[in-house]
């Protein structure tokens, strides 16, 4: 089992929908959670962090957790075009704070 | 959030030779960062760079393949020995702050030939 596995994409959805991007994570004593974008030749921004169970709502991105199933997930509400982009779960693990990405979702939003 | 430069940005090698990448972040900050990112592919992490001590690899990555510096708490250079095509990626050096969260560098784009 992979330490951190996110929904196999690609993912497409149109324009003003909402995207669900989900995450689940192996360790359970992890205790933070992030999500990034990734456009296209550049490097990750963050987006989103989150520590304590439920939800966490910035603007157009919610991101919801729940340690006791391992799930971490982000939420895109009225969807643009220029949301398109991959989007990275990461957990952080050990005392050092390393990030554990996931896989990616490369999301599509259509016009 | 540090602003965080990193040099090359990309660079084109021969196979058998050896990259520096530097990483300069304009504040001082205590926790900096290797990454990988190799063709169509996720972020792996290569190491912690320390300061004032030697390097923490991830399973993996050895000191001998991608030597650490860390000189004090603005800069790290990473280096790519003995290149090879496999080598081919692109390095992102990142930084934590006190929450945790990680920033990233604008990265360098390796292509081995």
């Known amino acids: 089992q992979k330490e951190v596995e996110q929904n196999s994409g690609p993912l497409s959805v149109p324009e003003g929908a909402i995207a669900s991007l989900n995450c689940t994570y192996s360790?359970?004593?992890?205790?933070?959670f992030f999500w990034y974008r990734q456009y296209s030749g550049k490097s990750p921004e963050l987006i989103m962090s989150?520590?304590?169970?439920g939800d966490k709502e910035d603007g157009r991105f919610t991101a919801q957790l729940n340690k006791a199933s391992q799930y971490v997930s982000l939420l895109i509400r009225d969807s643009q075009p220029s949301d398109s982009a991959t989007y990275l779960c990461?957990?952080?693990?050990?005392?050092?704070?390393?990030?554990?990405f996931g896989s990616g979702t490369q999301l599509t939003v259509l016009p | 959030s540090a602003v965080i430069s990193q040099k090359p940005s990309r660079d084109i090698c021969q196979r058998g030779t050896s990259l520096t990448i530097q990483c300069q972040v304009d504040?001082?900050?205590?926790?900096m960062f290797w990454y990988r990112q190799q063709p169509g592919q996720s972020l792996t992490l290569i190491a912690t760079?320390?300061?004032?001590?030697?390097?923490?690899?991830e399973s993996g990555f050895v000191i001998d393949k991608f030597p650490i510096s860390r000189p004090n708490l603005t800069f790290s250079t990473l280096t790519v020995s003995n290149m090879s095509p496999e080598d081919s990626s692109i390095y992102l050096c990142?930084?934590?702050?006190?929450?945790?969260?990680?920033?990233f560098g604008p990265g360098t784009r390796l292509t081995v030939l």
């Open positions: 989150i520590y304590s169970n």
């Open positions: 360790d359970r004593v992890s205790q933070s």
């Open positions: 990461a957990v952080e693990r050990g005392s050092a704070r390393q990030l554990t």
């Open positions: 990142s930084v934590g702050d006190s929450t945790d969260t990680q920033y």
């Open positions: 504040s001082q900050v205590t926790m």
């Open positions: 760079a320390n300061q004032g001590s030697e390097a923490t690899y």
